[in-house]
């Protein structure tokens, strides 16, 4: 069965700094998409960046960008110059086009991201 | 355009009670979910909606949940009666039909249910 691993129930970075989020996937499909969502302590659930699984090249949005290693099914999220306003908890999260219409995300439980000044 | 909008932000009720949940999407998205998070679980797909008819309703948890999206445009999520374990975040996210494979849904700021 199709499911999402984030063994990081919380990270610590500083300020300016660098910090990789884990994400591992599991899927025997080789369609698949992967995102990343952001959800600051305001609740709303903000969306940060896809890859493909056909993608060649790791996706990239600014600061974001998705180390997607597809042999290791692992899709993690780097975020470059950290800054305290990236302090939240974030997502990833799987979507698999065979499984029909439905827009069914599968998400893991979440990654809880503190930037320290 | 205004995002996807849910209301209550917040909801404690008594074990029981009847809660109704509202989601309104961005205007002109044929497409509506529902999807919960218990806390410290994965958030988890409930149903969705395409227009007003139930496209997919397997994550439903059992017949105290009832979904309707009458008229194609808001939905409401009705949990009656409520018990502890439906405690959580509940999001409601929405998204244009024909969307792209890589189009993310966008979400509500969620609905935050507490049963005590």
């Known amino acids: 069965a199709q499911k999402i691993t984030q063994t990081q129930p919380g990270m610590f970075v500083q300020e300016k700094e660098a910090v990789t989020l884990d994400c591992t996937y599991d899927t025997s499909d080789p369609s698949y998409g992967l995102f990343w969502y952001k959800q600051p302590s305001s609740g709303e659930m903000i969306f940060l960046i896809y890859?493909?699984?056909?993608?060649?090249q790791n996706a990239t949005e600014g600061r974001y960008s998705l180390n997607f290693q597809k042999a290791r099914k692992s899709a993690n999220l780097v975020i470059s110059a950290s800054q305290l306003g990236d302090s939240a908890m974030y997502f990833c999260a799987m979507r698999e086009p065979s499984r029909g219409a439905t827009n069914k995300l599968i998400f893991g439980t979440g990654t809880l991201l503190a930037v320290q000044p | 355009e205004a995002g996807v909008t849910q209301f209550p932000s917040h909801s404690v009720i008594e074990k029981g009670q009847t809660v109704t949940l509202r989601c309104d999407p961005i205007s002109g998205h044929d497409n509506l979910y529902w999807y919960r998070r218990v806390m410290g679980k994965e958030i988890k797909f409930l149903l969705h909606f395409v227009k007003e008819s139930k496209q997919d309703e397997s994550g439903m948890p059992n017949n105290r949940f009832l979904a309707e999206r009458t008229g194609g445009t808001y939905s409401t999520l009705k949990v009656q009666p409520a018990e502890l374990e439906d405690s959580g975040v509940y999001f409601c996210a929405s998204s244009t039909t024909g969307e792209g494979w890589n189009s993310p849904l966008h979400f509500g700021n969620g609905t935050r249910l507490t049963v005590t």
């Open positions: 890859q493909g699984s056909y993608d060649q």
